[in-house]
């Protein structure tokens, strides 16, 4: 697979406890990728280092229409490699290896789209919803987006815009912690389950599922589907573990 050095160009919160990194790619016009696709970014002489490598694997959280960058998205966590994306100054190099995956949407139009994302799994479907926004793809598409709290919710306010770009588009967010909430919310509550995606989606059947983040989630959303009759073969999963 092809590796590239790319400069980081830009760094900011995205949610609380989650940052967003973009990469200059301009100096390699032969880099794409696909919407929903993965890189391993890595740092060859990080300022912090622990037992775990110097490198990990990331969502392009950008899309393929964007020339000239491509952005990833991250909680926080406390470890040497995370510290070292935080610190480093801008321009610093990166190796950047890929891209990976094919967590891609379905090429049939005439099924719908259903994503149902758990925390920092929005990474790979913001870029898939916002290329599918840009080109205008005429798929159906809903968005079910589980968050703790509003504040810990990453990319909401790009996610309604898409949803204002896109009139096939439909976003669904809830919150499952309201009690610790800081920031007000007057959506949707609860956890997703197989009463909550039938509530809110109708007809479950036509649609092919993209179910990505944390791996309790996923495996939960996946058995709360079949449990309502969805077939395995119409699930697609994307796991995102701590580190």
């Keep these: ?15 609380e406890g ?13 880099f794409s990728f696909r919407a929903g696709q993965y890189v391993e970014v890595g740092l060859e002489n990080p300022p912090y280092t622990d037992e775990k490598k110097n490198h990990r694997e990331f969502s392009i959280t950008s899309s393929p229409e964007e020339k000239g960058i491509i952005m990833i998205a991250s909680r926080m ?16 190099e990166f190796a950047i290896e890929g891209p990976y995956g094919d967590f891609s949407l379905h090429e049939n139009i005439q099924r719908q789209a259903v994503f149902i994302a758990g925390g920092i799994g929005i990474t790979p479907v913001r870029s898939i919803l916002k290329d599918a926004a840009e080109r205008k793809l005429p798929h159906k ?5 589980s968050n703790r709290t509003p504040e810990s919710a990453a990319f ?5 815009k898409f949803e204002k770009m896109n009139p096939n588009l439909t976003v669904l967010a809830t919150m499952t912690d309201m009690e610790n909430a800081k920031n007000p919310w007057e959506g949707l509550r609860g956890r997703v389950d197989a009463d909550f995606i039938k509530n809110n989606i109708g007809d479950l059947s ?7 983040g944390p791996a309790q989630m996923v495996s939960g959303v996946g058995a709360a589907l079949e449990s309502a009759g969805v077939s395995r073969d119409d699930m697609r999963f994307e796991e995102f573990s701590g580190y």
């Design 141 to 145: 598409i809903i968005l079910i987006y």
């Design 206 to 212: 036509n649609s092919t599922y993209y179910i990505v």
């Design 1 to 15: 697979m092809a590796k590239y050095k790319f400069t980081l160009k830009e760094r900011r919160d995205v949610a």
């Design 77 to 92: 966590r406390d470890s040497a490699f995370k510290r070292s994306m935080r610190e480093v100054p801008m321009g610093t």
């Design 156 to 160: 909401m306010e790009d996610l309604e």
């Design 18 to 30: 989650t940052m967003a990194f973009v990469f200059d790619t301009s100096g390699a016009p032969d």
